[in-house]
């Protein structure tokens, strides 16, 4: 009876055991950089073009999925163009873009952002469940930005998506600014976020 009793006290103890673990769940991720990536689109009156950046950072939960900070680094060389299928002309868009006439990639080869809020979201017209702001620092100058993003989080991953509109003007991204000259780039630029997470102990 005793063996009986002690054998059972045992198994409730490694299930409980069991159960604890499983309930454990990792606070701090990174993104998968091979699979994370911020989509951009630049449009004058009559056409645009389309790219990406890579970006890598990491973000704090407190172990329940909520998110409670992260950062971000963007290297603006990795930018990409997608639209144009003659090589010359895109090296030489990209080019143009790394140069002082916009990024300026010598002398600010970053662009990172800091999360400073979260809040919870709800609007009819968009699938974003969360706000997140943060400080934005491109080109020496940093400005608050509001990102309006669906969180999906599971035990070891985070999928992060949303959609917003930067101001190229805000930065000091002036170049082609001048409706009336033959080349009039529109100051807003469309932000696509593609960013997916895992535990950083992996």
Same mark, same amino acid.
């Given at each position: 009876?005793?063996?009986?009793?002690?054998?059972?006290?045992?198994?409730?103890?490694?299930?409980? +055991?069991?159960? $604890?673990?499983?309930? *454990?769940? /990792?606070?701090?991720?990174? =993104?998968?950089? %091979?699979?994370?990536? #911020?989509?951009?689109?630049?449009?004058?009156?009559?056409?645009?073009?389309?790219?990406?950046?890579?970006?890598?950072?990491?973000?704090?939960?407190?172990?329940?999925?909520?998110?409670?900070?992260?950062?971000?680094?963007?290297?603006?060389?990795?930018?990409?163009?997608?639209?144009?299928?003659?090589?010359?002309?895109?090296?030489?868009?990209?080019?143009?873009?790394?140069?002082?006439?916009?990024?300026?990639?010598?002398?600010?080869?970053? +662009?990172?952002? $800091?999360?400073?809020? *979260?809040? /919870?979201?709800?609007?009819? =017209?968009?699938? %974003?469940?969360?706000? #997140?702001?943060?400080?934005?620092?491109?080109?020496?100058?940093?400005?608050?930005?509001?990102?309006?993003?669906?969180?999906?989080?599971?035990?070891?991953?985070?999928?992060?998506?949303?959609?917003?509109?930067?101001?190229?003007?805000?930065?000091?991204?002036?170049?082609?600014?001048?409706?009336?000259?033959?080349?009039?780039?529109?100051?807003?630029?469309?932000?696509?976020?593609?960013?997916?997470?895992?535990?950083?102990?992996?």
């Amino acid at each position: 009876m005793k063996i009986t009793i002690y054998s059972a006290l045992i198994a409730v103890f490694v299930l409980t +055991a069991c159960s $604890h673990k499983e309930s *454990i769940r /990792p606070t701090d991720f990174k =993104a998968d950089e %091979a699979r994370s990536s #911020i989509v951009w689109k630049g449009s004058a009156p009559t056409h645009f073009h389309r790219g990406a950046f890579k970006v890598a950072g990491n973000l704090k939960t407190d172990g329940k999925g909520n998110i409670t900070g992260g950062s971000f680094t963007i290297p603006i060389v990795s930018i990409s163009n997608f639209d144009l299928t003659n090589e010359a002309e895109r090296d030489a868009l990209l080019a143009d873009l790394k140069s002082p006439r916009f990024f300026n990639v010598l002398v600010h080869p970053e +662009a990172s952002f $800091h999360i400073t809020r *979260i809040e /919870p979201y709800s609007n009819a =017209a968009s699938p %974003a469940n969360t706000m #997140i702001t943060g400080d934005f620092t491109m080109i020496g100058q940093t400005h608050s930005v509001e990102i309006p993003v669906l969180i999906k989080a599971e035990k070891d991953k985070i999928a992060a998506e949303g959609s917003f509109k930067l101001n190229r003007l805000q930065w000091g991204m002036n170049s082609f600014n001048d409706p009336k000259e033959t080349l009039y780039i529109l100051p807003d630029v469309e932000m696509d976020l593609k960013l997916y997470f895992k535990p950083s102990g992996l």
